[in-house]
């Protein structure tokens, strides 16, 4: 079944309750259209006789529940039509969260459903709950959605945590529309690099999502959907449990992991809902090149848009106007530290950073924090690359989605994440 497409449109025929998987070619495009029926695209229907681009590396499952007709132009690795498919759990998985709305919209004290999708890596967890976003928002519910996975977030860029108000389906080729998500600066791309930080940041997001939903009877309503990065051994499963706690979820998918959905069970309390799924068969995995190169990809679309439709700034910053951290000293061994100060302590410290060559091409977030103090729980207005540094005039050239002067003058440094800016 599986078939090379060249440049000429090639026809798919798809039966009820099937789906057409195809991965784009690398540095090609293809062209997807719905002819006849019914589809949809990670819950997100498709319109008829419209053109989607898809851009290189891009991994697409067509799904319909009726039968369709679609039309592939443009190079593609494979393309074929699969029978197997975990479409109706997860719809099933849906249904049950709608009814806990539903519940929540009837009864005030009742508040909808948390619910947080956990596994390893490459099972499918941001596909099921872009799933379940974009089915809760075509029944216009408007789910708060939280992404914890620091490495390859859809919210953001990486080294990022936050969470993203929800009220329409995710664009078939742009995904989530960002409007004013709340984010919060990590610096890294695995929780592992500062485990101390990230449960602290789940913490202080757990507590904004509350304040949310005291305000908004609809946000309440609807509930929240937590994305988890694949981490799931030792301290990432101490930060999966802490996740449950702090967002008190009521509901948590396991997709493909026996032993992860028995230990949960075991740890968590009997009124949180432990539910294992089956991972989808087209889920594809993903080296850690391919990995690298989405997250590089990720940052330059933060910049640039999707093939290029922003048109980022580039000024000029003396390093007098601003002041730089890095979150998270290394952490000394007990021994050496004074009576009654923790090792881990120094995890959320701020390591003040010279202004220097060596911050050429690295990212740094604009933090909200007026004052030192309030850095570490305080959200991110944005990000901005050092792209030249002006040793002798103390001048760093910056690049940035908003024209200059930045609006606050506190810069956090990303660890391990760079990018190189080659327009
Ligand atoms: P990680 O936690 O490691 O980041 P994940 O478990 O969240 O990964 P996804 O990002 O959801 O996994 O999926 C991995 C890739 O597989 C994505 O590129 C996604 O588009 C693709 N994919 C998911 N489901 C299907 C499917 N049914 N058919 C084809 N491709 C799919």
Request: hydrophobic share 40%.
């Amino acid at each position: 079944e599986t078939q090379k497409v060249n440049p000429d449109k090639v026809e798919f025929k798809l039966e009820k309750d099937t789906e057409l998987r195809f991965e784009v070619e690398n540095g090609a495009n293809v062209v997807l259209e719905l002819s006849a029926g019914q589809a949809e695209i990670f819950g997100a229907e498709l319109t008829k006789n419209k053109k989607y681009t898809f851009s290189s590396g891009f991994k697409v499952a067509v799904f319909t529940w009726h039968g369709c007709q679609i039309n592939l132009v443009g190079k593609t690795e494979v393309a074929y039509i699969a029978k197997d498919t975990p479409m109706t759990m997860y719809l099933n998985c849906h249904t049950a969260l709608e009814q806990m709305r539903k519940k929540a919209e009837d009864d005030f004290s009742i508040r909808g459903p948390r619910v947080m999708i956990v596994g390893p890596g490459d099972v499918g967890k941001s596909t099921l709950c872009r799933l379940l976003c974009n089915y809760a928002a075509r029944l216009g519910r408007a789910p708060i959605l939280i992404d914890l996975d620091v490495g390859q977030t859809e919210i953001s860029i990486p080294g990022t945590m936050g969470a993203l108000s929800i009220d329409r389906p995710a664009d078939i080729e742009e995904g989530y529309a960002l409007n004013a998500p709340l984010i919060y600066h990590f610096g890294h791309k695995s929780p592992s690099d500062n485990l101390k930080l990230y449960n602290l940041l789940i913490t202080r997001i757990a507590e904004s999502v509350s304040l949310r939903c005291e305000s908004s009877s609809r946000a309440n309503i609807s509930g929240a959907i937590i994305n988890t990065c694949g981490w799931v051994r030792g301290g990432g499963y101490q930060a999966i449990v802490h996740a449950a706690t702090a967002f008190e979820v009521d509901v948590i998918l396991v997709m493909d992991q026996e032993r992860l959905h028995s230990e949960l069970s075991k740890d968590m309390p009997n009124f949180v809902k432990v539910v294992l799924l089956p991972k989808s068969g087209g889920v594809v995995e993903r080296s850690k090149i391919v990995r690298r190169d989405a997250r590089d990809a990720r940052i330059k679309e933060y910049f640039y848009g999707i093939r290029n439709s922003l048109y980022p700034h580039t000024f000029g910053v003396p390093y007098s106007e601003v002041t730089i951290y890095k979150i998270g000293a290394p952490a000394l061994p007990e021994a050496m530290l004074p009576l009654g100060v923790s090792a881990q302590d120094s995890r959320t410290k701020l390591v003040p950073i010279q202004p220097s060559g060596a911050l050429r091409h690295h990212i740094l977030s604009v933090s909200s924090a007026n004052s030192t103090e309030e850095i570490v729980d305080s959200n991110v207005l944005g990000f901005i690359v050092i792209t030249e540094v002006d040793i002798d005039r103390k001048i760093f050239s910056i690049l940035s989605p908003t024209p200059g002067p930045l609006p606050r003058h506190i810069l956090l440094v990303m660890d391990d994440i760079q990018f190189m800016d080659f327009k």
